[in-house]
């Protein structure tokens, strides 16, 4: 199971720190992603981790913005977001999956969504 938390509110150009909470033992044999999705639109690839922190991978519009890491020793996992823009809106979703790659649909884990706004 996995529990995404810290959206909310904030002006262009701040700053918020995303965390996933995974239950269960096996987390650290997962790969890790983080996705987001606007009303109308379909579920975007916003980065994703190996299953040992060694390998990320990140969308063109975040790369250098947008940081995530990984804590298995507490199966936690994070997604720092700087610089943030009015089109960075959207629901925040973690997920996990056994093989490494940026597609939604081949992610079978989901957590539930946390709302990030930014204001202009």
């Known amino acids: 199971q996995l529990q995404a938390s810290g959206g909310g509110l904030v002006q262009a150009g701040g700053s918020l720190r995303l965390s996933c909470a995974a239950s269960?033992?096996?987390?650290?044999?997962?790969?890790m992603g983080w996705f987001r999705q606007t009303p109308g639109k379909e579920r975007e690839f916003v980065a994703a981790?190996?299953?040992?922190?060694?390998?990320?991978s990140y969308a063109d519009s975040v790369k250098g913005r947008f940081t995530i890491s990984r804590d298995n020793a507490n199966n936690m996992a994070y997604l720092q977001m700087n610089s943030l823009k009015p089109e960075d809106t959207a629901v925040y979703y973690c997920?996990?999956?056994?093989?490494?790659?940026?597609?939604?649909?081949?992610?079978?884990?989901w957590g539930q969504g946390t709302l990030v706004t930014v204001s202009s």
């Open positions: 997920a996990v999956t056994t093989f490494y790659n940026s597609d939604p649909l081949r992610y079978r884990y």
């Open positions: 269960g033992r096996t987390f650290s044999s997962y790969h």
């Open positions: 981790i190996n299953y040992n922190g060694g390998t990320t």
